[in-house]
């Protein structure tokens, strides 16, 4: 069946410029991850949803990073008046989360975001 | 805060011979331990989960181990191939109130040459 998928693969924003990042998840995935990796290093952790709910965004570094995910299913990450520093591969994984218990997670294959 | 050091940052090695990546971390309370693997513009894939109960993991070559008294583990490759030349990801997950978060290491980059 079809993975998680996420759009677009590669964004080229000048600083200052919004973007808006996709991700697809697995049908019928309950919960979704966001997470930066910045070159060279492990993913980030950046928020986390169950459904349409957003329980934990305690990884996005500024206000200027917004997500959210209306309808429980694809979710968008927004980054407004981006900056050098937000330069990075923003992977997205969604997993088949039973309440209380531990998951496999899922992850697309990321969008690489350069801003100059 | 928790954290997870993986060595060595990266690693050359010959087709066909094994190697052995190392994963220490510091993170409480632990609920579980996962190998990937990433290559090149993909995403991480798992190889292998432990929970604090388990010490050992197969998954074809990869074997993983666990020592959660130490906090440490290792995952262990035999008889590389050269679509083993790829990151490895060591991730930690913490259980805090219902929701399970995991922190992930920075990866051994392995290179394995023909």
């Known amino acids: 069946g079809a993975g998680v998928s996420q759009s677009p693969r590669y964004k080229v924003a000048k600083r200052g410029q919004d973007v808006a990042l996709r991700c697809d998840p697995i049908s019928g995935h309950v919960s979704l991850f966001w997470y930066q990796q910045a070159l060279g290093q492990g993913p980030e952790f950046l928020t986390y949803?169950?459904?349409?709910?957003?329980?934990?965004k305690s990884g996005l570094p500024s206000d200027r990073f917004f997500a959210e995910r209306p309808e429980g299913s694809v979710s968008t990450l927004k980054i407004q008046r981006t900056q050098q520093e937000d330069s990075a591969v923003y992977l997205c994984?969604?997993?088949?989360?039973?309440?209380?218990?531990?998951?496999?997670?899922?992850f697309g294959p990321g969008t690489r975001l350069t801003v100059t | 805060k928790n954290q997870v050091e993986q060595s060595p940052q990266s690693l050359i090695i010959l087709e066909g011979k094994n190697c052995t990546l190392q994963c220490n971390y510091t993170v409480s309370p632990f609920s579980n331990l996962r190998w990937y693997k990433q290559d090149t513009g993909r995403g991480p894939v798992s190889l292998t989960i432990m929970t604090f109960s388990e010490n050992t993991k197969s998954n074809g070559r990869y074997t993983a181990t666990l020592d959660a008294d130490t906090k440490q583990s290792s995952l262990h490759i035999t008889a590389s191939q050269l679509s083993d030349s790829a990151s490895y990801i060591c991730v930690v997950s913490s259980a805090s109130g219902g929701s399970y978060i995991p922190t992930f290491g920075r990866g051994t980059s392995l290179i394995v040459h023909p």
């Open positions: 994984a969604s997993s088949l989360a039973v309440a209380g218990l531990d998951y496999e997670q899922y």
């Open positions: 949803f169950q459904n349409e709910a957003q329980l934990d």
